[in-house]
């Protein structure tokens, strides 16, 4: 089962940057982004070993959007 475990928003960029628990041996946790305005999930996503870094990345993705 995936769990988001963090969300972060850009409601200028109408951009949603989630984390998500990914069970799989090398990675534990993926950055998913979603465009808001079109409801639907972007093409992007980024696999990570450690929640810090998979926070780290989602608010890079939401800063370089805004």
């Not at 963090?6 to 979603?34: C, D, F």
Request: glycine share 6%; net charge negative; aromatic share 10%.
């Amino acid at each position: 089962m995936r769990d988001v475990v963090y969300e972060v928003e850009s409601e200028e960029a109408g951009i949603i940057a989630q984390v998500i628990t990914w069970p799989n041996i090398m990675w534990k946790y993926r950055v998913i982004l979603h465009d808001v305005d079109a409801g639907e999930q972007v093409g992007i996503h980024k696999s990570f070993k450690h929640l810090g870094d998979a926070e780290a990345y989602a608010d890079t993705c939401i800063e370089e959007e805004a």
